[in-house]
């Protein structure tokens, strides 16, 4: 295996290897500890096979003796009835590797999944009938909660790792889990590659035209959004005088950072939907509205907090955890008494509020208030403000009621509600093999 096939690493860094102790991340552990970095190899024992112990130490001693550092941790619990184990293995693998990487500052992990593997990937998906995102398979590298997961030897023959293993004179564990037929990769394993043993390259290539194809289609979807939405609205209108798959292609990238939508949901949502009509869909973790020829995504709510007292009467960002947002008070020409502020009821709709936006107009119940400045119903639910004579002062996502309002003489603060999805973004991780 030539060296060249690995990233370039500089001399002085730290690169986690992560290392089963089967022949693939044996022959990675060896060619990346003759690059000259400082090697560390993370092993994890799952803790379900007899061998488990056996094989932890065997990866211990084959580290050492390359002069790689070891590190091992050992998954707890086991699977739930009904769990998939590869699944809980996986999601248990992954996590352990990354908290042994990032404890030990390696912002490098390398994987040693090659050509066949990537082939195996892209079978399984198209099976499963996906789209081309999941026959893309797995990425090269990635980056993920502050750790980089690479796979150098993607394009790799497994029939090249073989022989260098074989040429070195390496010693490694052959797993038995790899010829049990429960698992579908293992069926798929020993039916196709008698069958076709030389598929492996076409159907790597396959995969990556359908990485490029997903790049493609990522493209469009992010022009394609920034003309036709924001974080909280798509225009359907618009959207739906696209093609159809470019229209799907767009709603698919707008709905993924909210909800995992099947596409059995993408396809009923453009084909049930019709202008101006106002209609929900469940989607997992929440709902999609039709409003107002926008869709929109509103997470499932907890039930809504019980009544609490808050105080607003000094300026800044007063988050407001359950409710799913903040009030922002600030200065302003038109605004409230911060006396009138320090003792609030804070609360969800009852239904018979009176609100009045400004001061010339009259009172007219919520709903028709939040009808006038488009608030979709699911919004409506509060939180209201309330003084402690049980003054309507603000309602979220409406503002405050102009009865509220301090005189021109007395230092006032305005009071505007902002959603989370308002609020400046954490950054989040996704998922892939390994
Ligand atoms: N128990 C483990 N501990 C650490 N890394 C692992 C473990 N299992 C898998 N990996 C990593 O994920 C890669 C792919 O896993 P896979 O199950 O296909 O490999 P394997 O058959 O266990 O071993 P190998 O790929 O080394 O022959 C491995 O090459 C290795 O880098």
Known sequence: MAASATPRIAESDLVAVAFSGGIDSTALLHVATRSGARVL?????????????DWAAHCEGVARELGADFACTRL?????????VEAWAREGRHRALHDMAVAAGADLLLLAHHRQDQAETFLLQ??????????????????????????????????????YAEREGLHWIEDPSNADVRYARNRLRQSLWPAFPSAEAGLAQAARWAQQAQALAAEVAQEDLA???????????ALVQLSSARASNALRAWLAPCTAAPASLIERLLTEWRAGTTL??????????????GLYW?????VA?????????????????????????????????????????????????????APASTPRSLKKACQQVGLPPWRRGGPLLFDVEGHLVAVAGLGMDARAFADQDEMRLAVHWLDDSDLPQREGGTKSAA
């Open 305 to 357: 907090p019980l009544p609490s007292t808050v105080d607003l009467s000094r300026p800044g960002l007063h988050p407001q955890p359950g409710w799913g947002g903040a009030w922002l008070v600030e200065p302003a020409s038109t605004g409230i008494a911060p006396a009138r502020l320090a003792r609030l009821t804070q609360q969800s709709r009852a239904g018979a509020e009176q609100f009045q936006h």
């Open 280 to 293: 929900s869909w469940p989607a997992p973790g929440g709902q999609l509205h039709a409003y107002r020829d």
């Open 41 to 53: 190899a993370l092993h994890v024992h799952h803790g379900l096979q007899p061998q488990a112990d």
């Open 227 to 237: 003309r036709l939405s924001t974080p909280r609205r798509l225009d359907l209108a």
């Open 76 to 84: 707890s619990g086991s699977p739930g009835r009904g769990d998939s």
């Open 126 to 163: 198209a099976m499963r009938g996906a789209g081309t995102a999941g026959l893309a398979g797995m990425p090269r590298s990635q980056w993920r909660d502050g750790l980089c997961w690479a796979r150098p030897w993607l394009d790799q023959p497994r029939g090249a790792i073989r022989a």
């Open 298 to 302: 509103a997470a499932e709510s907890a």
